[in-house]
């Protein structure tokens, strides 16, 4: 039986001029990782970006298409009154780009829905479509720090943003705003949404205790993704044989699901590696494992994955190439190689330094709590997407 396409997302989100080269907000880059899970993405991108910043988008998340950057033209329009300062301020001007929005309504119906991302999104949203609009009144254009959580009704410009979130499917944002935004008016039925809980898309959670771990080193990963098992050969060739002369006992244990026959007997004739089929990343604290790495070579969404192996309570060990790729938040979180000499020394020190293992779990732990609120709302959002879209079919 062949499998079904996967349903087609337009997510619209504007540059956050804070995030230097990322070009978008942690939670955006978070929302895309999460909701291309289950969506085949292309991301419109609101506000002046150069074509590096285009391109480093699409090495980072991996979407399907990227489009922005587009030139001024004389069809471009002044935006509306309520959204004027807030424009002015991010990006110096009050136009909007024609180029962009004809790009955008001449495409949408090729697409199940649409993700309108912050504020500054909305005058880019698709006109006159029967195609579901989600909203998130979250990070650009709602608060000035997307980290600020004073609530809504410190904004100036929250009689425009109830007006939006009236005029859309769905509203995605946290339960407690959302409770304000219902006080002023938005119905329960864009409202509900928010209200929803995560289930298990969260990772293990854990507080592991040096001394019960074992000279073992972990990886976990969907092992049907061709980047994923990129990386584990990566370090199969590049890290592991050194790994195993100059650490006593080691070993190295694989969790995921999916593995192709020819990556089941290339690691069958492997000494001291072992495979664990599982969907549940618990195993790696099952089998032990001291340290978690994470190369990250070649794979999309590396904020997700990172956020996931810190929250586990075992230090994570990455490369250098996957810090250029993240977002700057990550950083605190985990221990960068920057070499291939550098990853043994680094893992061999987690081996034996109890002290340094201790306060890298730690600091892991302490910036994954940090971010995983920003996960929940994306796998919610990812949820109640996939929900409505079946809800729509069989009605």
Not at 102 to 131: H, K, M
Not at 364 to 384: I, S, T, V, Y
Request: charged content about 25%.
């Amino acid at each position: 039986m062949a499998l079904a396409s996967p349903l087609k997302l337009l997510y619209i989100s504007a540059v956050q001029s804070r995030c230097g080269d990322g070009v978008l907000s942690l939670q955006s880059r978070i929302n895309v990782g999460v909701l291309s899970r289950d969506f085949e993405i292309s991301l419109a991108v609101v506000g002046p970006v150069t074509a590096e910043g285009l391109h480093r988008l699409r090495v980072d998340l991996g979407p399907l298409r990227v489009t922005g950057g587009f030139e001024a033209s004389s069809a471009d329009t002044d935006c509306e009154k309520g959204l004027r300062r807030l424009m002015k301020e991010r990006f110096g001007t009050t136009k909007l780009c024609a180029r962009l929005q004809t790009t955008i309504q001449r495409n949408v119906e090729a697409f199940d829905a649409v993700v309108i991302d912050g504020l500054l999104s909305w005058p880019y949203r698709p006109i006159g479509t029967d195609v579901p609009i989600a909203f998130i009144p979250y990070g650009q254009g709602v608060m000035d720090d997307e980290d600020n959580t004073t609530g809504i009704g410190s904004d100036s410009r929250e009689p425009y943003l109830v007006d939006v979130c009236r005029e859309v499917e769905m509203v995605f944002i946290r339960p407690s705003l959302a409770a304000r935004l219902s006080e002023r008016g938005v119905s329960m039925r864009q409202l509900q949404y928010s209200f929803s809980h995560p289930t298990g898309a969260k990772p293990t959670l854990a507080e592991v205790d040096f001394n019960r771990t074992e000279p073992r080193i972990g990886f976990y990963g969907y092992l049907g993704d061709a980047g994923n098992v990129a990386s584990v050969n990566w370090f199969l060739k590049e890290i592991w044989p050194v790994a195993q002369r100059i650490i006593p006992g080691v070993e190295f244990h694989i969790v995921g699901s999916a593995p192709s026959r020819e990556f089941i007997e290339h690691i069958s004739a492997m000494s001291r590696v072992f495979l664990h089929w599982s969907t549940d990343d618990h195993h790696l604290l099952d089998q032990r494992c001291r340290v978690v790495v994470e190369p990250l070579l070649f794979e999309d969404h590396v904020d997700a994955k990172l956020v996931n192996a810190m929250a586990r309570g075992v230090p994570t060990v990455t490369t250098r190439h996957a810090m250029r790729r993240s977002h700057f938040r990550m950083r605190s979180g985990v221990v960068v190689a920057d070499s291939r000499e550098e990853m043994v020394v680094a893992i061999n020190r987690m081996m034996s330094d109890s002290v340094f293992w201790k306060q890298s779990a730690r600091e892991g732990m302490a910036a994954a709590r940090e971010q995983l609120p920003r996960f929940e709302l994306a796998h919610c959002m990812r949820r109640e997407l996939n929900r409505y879209h079946r809800h729509s079919l069989s009605v």
